[in-house]
């Protein structure tokens, strides 16, 4: 069974970090790659950030989070990590990780439903 599992959300002040972790089971991990999505109320999800499989390793993020946050792999953990620096109230979101076949260099943030796993999400609260 294919499991992603998202912990690390927390009510944190405006300015202050959270990392958010993203532990993954049941498939190839090296062969996939992972991306970090968000939702916040009454808004459609997006996609923030995504790093490639490991023959790749790329990364990219929408343009609202460059500069302040940080994804990352542990390829012998099958973990990712998304470190959130400056946190805004407008990052308030619940937060939820995927996974996608690696069956092209790079990694995507457009396309969600490309996505093939998906974990149950994480609370971030960003208070003013």
């Known amino acids: 069974e294919v499991q992603l599992v998202e912990s690390g959300g927390d009510l944190v002040q405006a300015g202050g970090s959270l990392t958010l972790s993203c532990v993954v089971s049941g498939l190839t991990f090296d062969k996939y790659s992972i991306g970090w999505f968000r939702q916040a109320p009454g808004k459609e999800r997006v996609g923030i950030s995504c790093?490639?499989?490991?023959?790749?390793?790329?990364?990219h993020y929408e343009d609202s989070v460059k500069g302040r946050f940080t994804i990352s792999s542990d390829n012998a953990e099958n973990t990712v990590y998304l470190q959130m620096n400056n946190l805004k109230p407008e990052d308030t979101a619940v937060y939820y990780c995927?996974?996608?076949?690696?069956?092209?260099?790079?990694?995507?943030?457009?396309?969600?439903?490309?996505?093939?796993?998906w974990g149950q999400g994480t609370q971030v609260t960003v208070s003013s």
């Open positions: 790093i490639g499989s490991l023959d790749d390793g790329s990364t």
């Open positions: 995927a996974a996608e076949f690696a069956w092209h260099i790079g990694c995507n943030l457009d396309y969600d439903y490309e996505y093939d796993y």
